[in-house]
């Protein structure tokens, strides 16, 4: 049976609070991966806000495949979440059979995604999302390696080398062997301050996630509640990872 969603269904939820968060700490609970209606998720941009906001996010990047045409509608209601204290950043994810990449931050992408990109043209494109003062993400290596059995994958080496800013270490759209990636969580320990650690939701549709629920929040202390100001946090790789075995299901508590 197909589920229809409305701008309503998390309207009168209170916000989950994420095991173990402290908002004097870390002021941000981010998501740095999730989709709409644009490409292949189901909810539109307001119904995915929506879902964030009571799944305890407070900053979200929208980050559709291969496309940004939802620019335009974000940017009409941004302000009024803005005054409700979500920030939301516009992104991309870069998809192809060697890797995903999330571009987050940047305010257009007007490339061909190739189907099969070569080491020089991954590293192009890292070079060009950070002239436009953008982040870099590697996303769910395990889930590329071991469900999509993309061949030829970067190493964890290549990545740094290349520039990628963070590699996504929980994602919940993973089967639940794959969601955390403990590889990648020693090798950004190793390289603490070149490389950093980022949570992912993956988000489609609020049912229809593969780990079975949410398991990962990202964690930022901003100077205030701006779309520059956590830009200049993801730059700076200052990010805390909260994790659980236990997944969240059900928006609000």
């Not at 409305?6 to 994420?18: A, C, G, R, S, Y």
């Not at 020693?186 to 980022?198: L, P, R, S, T, Y």
Request: with cysteine; aromatic share 10%.
């Amino acid at each position: 049976m197909t589920v229809k969603y409305t701008d309503n269904d998390w309207k009168e939820i209170t916000p989950l609070i994420p095991p173990g968060y402290d908002n004097i700490t870390h002021n941000v609970v981010f998501d740095h991966h999730s989709h709409t209606n644009y490409s292949d998720g189901k909810l539109t941009i307001k119904q995915n806000v929506e879902w964030h906001i009571a799944m305890g996010y407070n900053a979200i990047a929208i980050t559709d495949h291969n496309n940004m045409k939802y620019v335009e509608e974000l940017e009409g209601i941004k302000q009024q979440y803005a005054e409700r204290g979500a920030i939301i950043l516009t992104g991309f994810e870069w998809t192809t059979i060697r890797l995903h990449l999330n571009f987050l931050g940047i305010s257009k992408w007007d490339e061909r995604v190739p189907y099969k990109p070569k080491d020089e043209k991954i590293i192009d494109v890292i070079k060009k999302v950070h002239n436009q003062d953008g982040v870099v993400v590697c996303n769910h290596i395990p889930w590329s390696i071991f469900e999509a059995k993309y061949k030829n994958h970067p190493s964890r080496e290549n990545l740094l080398d290349w520039g990628v800013d963070y590699i996504e270490i929980v994602n919940d759209d993973s089967l639940p062997e794959n969601v955390y990636d403990k590889e990648s969580v020693e090798f950004c320990n190793k390289h603490k301050g070149q490389i950093g650690m980022i949570t992912g939701t993956d988000m489609h549709t609020p049912d229809g996630l593969a780990s079975g629920g949410v398991h990962g929040w990202t964690l930022l202390n901003v100077k205030e509640s701006t779309e520059e100001a956590l830009m200049e946090e993801l730059r700076k790789k200052n990010t805390e990872i909260l994790y659980s075995e236990i997944s969240f299901v059900n928006p609000g508590g």
